[in-house]
């Protein structure tokens, strides 16, 4: 874990270095605000539902903008090849850059702890779910940066690593939705991999160990799959 701790202090710094980073946060923070300021001002409700129903479908964006320069730009640069001759195993490399988008994500929530602010002192605020909802989006958003994690290591290309991520995290939220034309014996396994209905369970304030199974067998599975794809690139 020290190791990679150490890759995830290096990323981190580089993400905070890096003007794109703040252009994401500025981004996120203007489309997610649009969503609570709207309800608060054009619908005259004190209420936090429109900003956690929405946040599977904008992390699907903006999580593989986070994630798309991981691998992609290491492979285009080639400073992967000395990535590799440090004394870090391939799981050291994947974990560190994982919990450094982890950790990125949750500053890009940081500043959005003030609408439950907000909302408390303008009615009442039901504590449950809005912890319910943060503990969600930093699974979801783990989960995600996870896959988005594997789409990089596919290519060198951070423009097809964000297609490819945005596909998959987009696929993922409107799985459900997709099933509801398939027939009932097939659509309703295929609806429990939807991301987004996991998501909405947690930010009820029911934390349900299965929900928190999923997104943890979501990024087990992603992180694995990238471990494979750079152990197949570097063999």
Same mark, same amino acid.
């Given at each position: 874990?020290?190791?990679?701790?150490?890759?995830?202090?290096r990323?981190?710094s /580089?993400?905070?270095?890096?003007?794109? /980073?703040?252009?994401?946060?500025?981004?996120?923070?203007?489309?997610v605000?649009w969503?609570?300021?709207? %309800? +608060?001002?054009?619908?005259?409700?004190?209420?936090?539902?429109?900003?956690?129903?929405?946040?599977?479908?904008?992390?699907?964006?903006?999580?593989p903008?986070? &994630?798309?320069?991981?691998?992609?730009?290491?492979?285009?640069?080639?400073?992967?090849?000395?990535?590799?001759?440090?004394?870090?195993?391939l799981?050291?490399?994947v +974990?560190?850059?994982?919990?450094?988008? &982890?950790?990125?994500?949750? /500053?890009?929530l940081?500043?959005?702890?003030?609408?439950?602010?907000?909302? *408390? %002192?303008?009615?009442?605020?039901?504590? $449950?779910?809005?912890i319910? *909802?943060?503990? !969600?989006?930093?699974? +979801? *958003?783990?989960?995600?940066?996870?896959? $988005?994690?594997?789409?990089?290591?596919?290519?060198?290309?951070?423009?097809?690593?964000?297609?490819?991520?945005?596909?998959?995290?987009?696929?993922?939220?409107?799985?459900?939705?997709? /099933?509801?034309?398939l027939?009932?014996?097939?659509?309703?396994?295929?609806?429990?991999?939807?991301?987004?209905?996991?998501?909405?369970?947690? =930010?009820? !304030? +029911?934390?349900?160990?299965?929900?928190?199974?999923?997104?943890?067998?979501?990024?087990?599975?992603?992180?694995s799959?990238?471990?494979?794809?750079?152990?197949?690139?570097? =063999?």
């Open positions: 874990m020290r190791a990679a701790w150490t890759v995830c202090r990323e981190c /580089a993400y905070f270095a890096s003007p794109i /980073a703040y252009i994401v946060i500025v981004i996120f923070l203007l489309v605000g969503f609570f300021f709207s %309800t +608060l001002f054009l619908f005259n409700q004190a209420s936090l539902r429109a900003f956690f129903r929405m946040l599977p479908i904008v992390f699907a964006f903006v999580v903008a986070v &994630t798309m320069r991981q691998f992609a730009e290491e492979f285009h640069t080639g400073s992967y090849e000395i990535l590799f001759t440090l004394p870090l195993r799981a050291d490399i +974990l560190g850059k994982f919990l450094a988008c &982890t950790v990125f994500l949750a /500053a890009l940081a500043p959005t702890l003030a609408y439950p602010l907000l909302v *408390g %002192t303008l009615g009442d605020l039901d504590i $449950g779910p809005v319910g *909802g943060y503990l !969600g989006a930093l699974l +979801l *958003g783990a989960a995600f940066a996870a896959v $988005g994690l594997f789409a990089s290591a596919l290519t060198r290309s951070q423009i097809v690593a964000f297609l490819t991520g945005c596909a998959i995290c987009f696929a993922l939220c409107l799985v459900d939705q997709m /099933a509801f034309f027939p009932e014996a097939a659509a309703r396994p295929l609806a429990h991999l939807a991301a987004d209905l996991h998501f909405e369970n947690i =930010a009820r !304030g +029911l934390v349900d160990t299965r929900d928190v199974l999923y997104f943890a067998s979501l990024g087990f599975v992603a992180l799959a990238t471990a494979l794809v750079l152990h197949e690139k570097h =063999a």
